[in-house]
């Protein structure tokens, strides 16, 4: 799965460390705009217990955890959507991501620049947005026009299209995101093809002060993003990103001790994965024994053959089966002869929809 998720914020409020945290890349940081100005793209584990527990009862020589990626955006300023700073090509960037991790600074620090002079999550979150909104009327009313005039002959498709843009011109007008519209399957597919950045799904992610990592809930910057995040649908999620920064360079025994004297039972940065691997609409299954117990990442909502296909392109053309158990009940039962024994070992068929914890032996003949 080629998903990839953006990392977007205003200049200096975290974005490269908690990217430098996440992939242990080393993207440049410094203490001034711009110091990103491409972006950075970085493959990272997601972490799941599950795979460590199936090799415990279905033992591989290897394990292999799924991946994907998040892309480090440099900061958009005001005026982004006019071009100020370099805002085309970061708008461009953001048109290329699935989904967007807003990282909004909710931290005191006089020795780290803000740009607008001020700690003030809510604007800061409103300034991104609004670029972005207005970045999106701008596409929407280039094509507005052009398609209204095909749309009269009656052609069916132009038809379709404009119903959506006269849908969409307004909200966006009003200073909302397209992402607080509902549509139909069908709407879906033209929305997607407008590529607008306001459609994308979106993660707040709380860049804290250490301090506040035991009890973020406390931070009264998160409960102002959080409060936000609520009113369009979206989640948020309170990490120190310098923090998360200097645990990525120790080892598992002292990440365990670190997080422990925090008070803190998991790492922000697995919390952030396995949220952004949410927000993209991405689920596991799992294939184990033999030479390797893997993790694969498949979009929900896929059958079986095609998820066949992530592993292999034969597997999804010689489709036969999918002889399945889940993750659950290899769990529950505590081995392979166990879960056969209980009749829960399921033969899916070409309609099966795929879940999440799946652990799949793929049948196929080509």
Not at 84 to 91: A, I, P, S
Not at 134 to 145: G, H, P, V
Not at 182 to 208: C, H, M, R, W
Not at 241 to 249: F, G, L, S, V
Request: with cysteine; net charge negative.
């Amino acid at each position: 799965m080629s998903l990839t998720a953006g990392i977007v914020g205003l200049p200096n409020v975290g974005k490269s460390t908690l990217f430098n945290a996440i992939t242990k890349a080393g993207a440049e940081m410094a203490n001034y705009p711009f110091a990103t100005i491409d972006p950075n793209v970085g493959m990272v584990e997601v972490p799941d217990q599950r795979l460590t527990r199936i090799d415990e009862l279905i033992p591989a020589k290897k394990l292999v955890h799924t991946t994907f990626e998040f892309t480090d955006i440099a900061g958009i300023v005001k005026g982004a959507s006019k071009g100020e700073g370099l805002g085309n090509k970061f708008l461009e960037n953001i048109r290329q991501v699935d989904a967007i991790v807003h990282v909004v600074r909710a931290f005191d620090d006089p020795n780290v620049t803000h740009v607008s002079n001020k700690v003030d999550p809510l604007d800061d979150i409103e300034t991104i947005n609004l670029e972005l909104i207005l970045a999106d009327l701008e596409s929407i009313n280039k094509r507005y026009e052009r398609v209204e005039k095909v749309a009269r002959t009656k052609d069916k498709e132009a038809v379709a299209e404009f119903n959506v843009l006269k849908k969409i011109k307004p909200v966006l007008e009003a200073g909302k995101s397209v992402r607080s519209l509902e549509f139909d399957e069908d709407e879906q597919k033209i929305v997607k093809g407008l590529f607008l950045l306001t459609s994308k799904p979106v993660l707040y992610v709380a860049n804290i002060a250490e301090d506040d990592m035991a009890q973020p809930q406390e931070c009264e910057y998160v409960q102002q993003i959080q409060q936000y995040a609520q009113q369009e649908g979206s989640e948020t999620l309170a990490v120190s990103a310098k923090t998360e920064e200097e645990i990525a360079q120790l080892d598992e025994g002292d990440k365990l001790d670190f997080l422990e004297a925090e008070g803190v039972e998991e790492s922000g940065l697995d919390r952030l994965i396995k949220a952004a691997y949410k927000l993209l609409g991405l689920a596991t299954f799992f294939t184990a024994g033999g030479k390797e117990t893997r993790a694969w990442t498949f979009k929900q909502g896929m059958k079986a053959p095609q998820v066949a296909g992530i592993i292999h392109s034969d597997f999804e053309r010689g489709f036969i089966r999918a002889e399945t158990i889940s993750f659950t009940d290899l769990d529950k039962y505590g081995s392979l002869a166990a879960v056969r024994e209980a009749g829960r070992l399921r033969l899916e068929g070409k309609e099966y929809v795929v879940q999440d914890g799946d652990i799949i032996e793929f049948r196929f003949n080509v």
